[in-house]
């Protein structure tokens, strides 16, 4: 990898992402495509004769097999039954609880279930008059929610008299949905996890590459836009309301045949990806299609994920974040007076290496954005960098 002369600060810059060639990773190669988070939660009584509302499905029994009624008497069973429904029309659900007006105050963000979707009081302890009424509650991430931000993504019902305990993950509400005198005490409970959005995974390729040609001591490794994106190049669909998703710095290390190292960093970040490049069949897969009249959803936006990298010999990640994160927020803003190229290849040539001469190289890449490298006092190899943002030496 070493070269006669000054060692460079860095040998290339990639860019990584969908490219036209780019495949769809094999199902085996990727994780199963997650559930939807659940939305809504009703509860419905069918000794009134009510239906379970469409989309939805009834917890009719509880893990172990036992009749799940929320609401069992001797005298007056109201067969009383939780429905609940996924989808990704609207913020998951991210908490649920039992409410006692009058008794105590509503928790902040909650919202009530008094009445089921046929406007018959949902009062969960509503068999014997005069006793304090209880009703389910439940909190939704906010409109602006983040990507793949936390929801619910699994409910049961479990009955502690028959054995039944709280499955592994979840969490239990303390108190119980039956809140009478007669039958078994029941407890709802909740899974939650990270409600991802509908994407599609396709195998990270080269976009671009800065040289175009290698050098013969140090040939641009081929599995640089694998390492830059390990999981994947995707294509995502998000509400438009979503919030903006912060930049990923990582590094990573390659070792030659003969034992040589070539040390990455790299900066994932999302953009917007035309919709008219997508298929039919990708629009359906990423729900930007009405699935009754399969017209243009117009709620959500589109993005696909990519990455900028360096590959250097050197380890030197702390100046690489500073110069990515700089070379990043230059692209999505402007216009500017100089080139993005410009600055990358001033960059990647006009930077001195660190050498007992000149220890201390302070690269000023703006007016407002500076990177001090120095080098170790007790080694002639820049083993690792420091940085600050300001200042002149």
Known sequence: IMEEGPPKLVDYFVVAGLTPSSRPLEEEKRPARPAEPVTDVVVIVRALSEEVPQGFTCIECTLGGHPADLNSSLLNNQQMYLCYRRGRDKPPITELGIYSPGKENLRSGFHVIDTTPY?????????????????LTYKRTSESLGVNTLGVMDICIINPSKGESVPHTFSKVDRSLNTGMFGSALFLCYKKAIAKTHSLVYEAGLISRFPETDSDAFPLPELVPIFCLPMGSTIESWPVNTKYHMPVFSTFVLTGA?????????????????????????????????????????SKSVQTKRSICVLSCWPFFDVFQKFLTFIYRYSISGPHVLPIERHISN???????????????????SPYDNVLMCQPVSSPLPLRTQYRESGIY
Do not use: W
């Open 347 to 365: 960059f990647m040539f006009n930077v001195p290496f660190p050498s007992p001469q000149r220890p201390r190289i302070l690269v000023q890449m």
């Open 119 to 135: 406007s018959h009081s949902a009062n969960l302890n509503s068999v014997a008059p005069g006793n304090q009424r209880a009703f």
């Open 258 to 298: 003969s034992g040589e190292k070539a040390y990455g960093a790299a900066i994932q970040f999302y953009e917007p990806y035309p919709r008219d490049l997508l298929s039919e069949r990708q629009c359906q897969r990423l729900g930007l299609l009405s699935v009754v009249n399969k017209r243009p959803v117009t």
